[in-house]
């Protein structure tokens, strides 16, 4: 298989980072690293998911890098975690400085067993190409991101000078005593002042001070104890010995007014008149 890219990075900064297995295990898209590290002879070792068609399908391996001839190459096999299929891989890239990036170029081997040789070969050539392409773009980014690091740093370490190459000089004088550059005009006077020596800047401007703030007085004890009262609620034992104020106080009966209390006890009189009456006129029938 063959595949070329160009890349707007300096070909020794995407090369460093081609050759860092930790950062090439960043740039391949799907692949999470074993925990324990790499074992002999690997320098990733790892867990890769790859999307083929319709399917994903995980494959457990390590990956080797060899630098040879000025070429990186990526040596590496797997096995599927769910299946007996088996995969090897060669992939050399070659990088070829531009004059305004690298151009890298691609080229390699699969040997493949299980579920991928069952995919068709178009699925296979979208797979690679996806892959490679995700590979060479997060690659090209770290790269970017090492050289503008670099650069940074480098160009911190001048010297200001100024028009004519000399080394600019601070606020202090040449002789080192420190007076003052240009504070004072050609006939020595200072150059806040004016014709007639008066100051440029003014009178000062002051501003008056905001009036005090006046506070409430403070309340009595007596009236201060009755207002918390009021505000948080009464005591517990004024609730346990008064009788219920608001809403739920009880109603008072109403007081009797004077007519009841007359017929109250008219009725009494009458009934005790009309029994004396009742009395009477049989004693005066017996006696007849």
């Given at each position: 298989?063959?595949?070329?890219?160009?890349?707007?990075?300096?070909?020794?900064?995407?090369?460093?980072v081609?050759?860092?297995?930790?950062?090439?295990?960043?740039?391949?898209?799907?692949?999470?690293?074993?925990?324990?590290g790499?074992?002999?002879?690997?320098?990733?070792?790892?867990?890769?998911?790859?999307?083929?068609?319709?399917?994903?399908?995980?494959?457990?391996?390590?990956?080797?890098?060899?630098?040879?001839?000025?070429?990186?190459?990526?040596?590496?096999?797997?096995?599927?975690?769910?299946?007996?299929?088996?995969?090897?891989?060669?992939?050399?890239?070659?990088?070829?400085?531009?004059?305004?990036?690298?151009?890298?170029?691609?080229?390699?081997?699969?040997?493949?067993?299980?579920?991928?040789a069952?995919?068709?070969d178009e699925?296979?050539?979208?797979?690679?190409?996806?892959?490679?392409?995700?590979f060479?773009?997060?690659?090209?980014?770290l790269?970017?991101?090492?050289?503008?690091?670099?650069?940074?740093?480098?160009?911190?370490?001048?010297?200001?000078?100024?028009?004519?190459?000399?080394?600019?000089?601070?606020?202090?004088?040449?002789?080192?005593?420190?007076?003052?550059?240009?504070?004072?005009?050609?006939?020595?006077?200072?150059?806040?002042?004016g014709?007639?020596?008066?100051?440029?800047?003014?009178?000062?401007?002051?501003?008056?001070?905001?009036?005090?703030?006046?506070?409430?007085?403070?309340q009595?004890?007596?009236?201060?104890?009755?207002?918390?009262?009021?505000?948080?609620?009464?005591?517990?034992?004024?609730?346990?010995?008064?009788?219920?104020?608001?809403?739920?106080?009880?109603?008072?009966?109403?007081?009797p007014?004077?007519?009841?209390?007359?017929?109250?006890?008219?009725?009494?009189?009458?009934?005790?008149?009309?029994?004396?009456?009742?009395?009477?006129?049989?004693?005066?029938r017996?006696?007849?």
């Amino acid at each position: 298989m063959e595949h070329e890219v160009f890349v707007p990075v300096p070909a020794e900064a995407l090369r460093a980072v081609l050759t860092d297995p930790d950062r090439v295990a960043r740039c391949v898209p799907g692949l999470q690293r074993d925990a324990a590290g790499a074992g002999a002879g690997e320098d990733l070792a790892g867990r890769l998911r790859l999307r083929v068609g319709g399917h994903t399908i995980t494959y457990r391996g390590g990956l080797r890098i060899v630098e040879r001839d000025g070429a990186i190459t990526y040596e590496g096999e797997g096995t599927e975690a769910r299946g007996k299929g088996a995969v090897e891989v060669s992939l050399t890239v070659v990088l070829t400085p531009a004059a305004e990036g690298t151009g890298l170029g691609f080229t390699g081997a699969l040997t493949a067993t299980g579920r991928l040789a069952e995919e068709p070969d178009e699925a296979r050539e979208v797979a690679r190409v996806r892959l490679l392409d995700a590979f060479v773009e997060a690659a090209a980014g770290l790269a970017a991101d090492a050289a503008e690091a670099e650069e940074t740093s480098g160009g911190g370490d001048g010297t200001a000078t100024d028009a004519g190459g000399a080394e600019i000089a601070g606020a202090d004088g040449a002789d080192g005593t420190g007076d003052d550059v240009g504070t004072s005009g050609a006939d020595g006077t200072d150059r806040a002042s004016g014709a007639d020596g008066a100051d440029l800047f003014g009178d000062e401007v002051f501003r008056e001070a905001p009036a005090p703030v006046e506070l409430p007085s403070p309340q009595p004890a007596a009236e201060a104890a009755h207002a918390r009262r009021t505000m948080i609620g009464r005591s517990a034992e004024e609730v346990d010995h008064a009788p219920p104020r608001g809403r739920y106080a009880p109603v008072p009966a109403p007081e009797p007014s004077g007519a009841g209390a007359t017929l109250r006890w008219v009725a009494p009189a009458a009934a005790l008149a009309l029994a004396s009456a009742v009395i009477v006129g049989r004693a005066l029938r017996r006696r007849r």
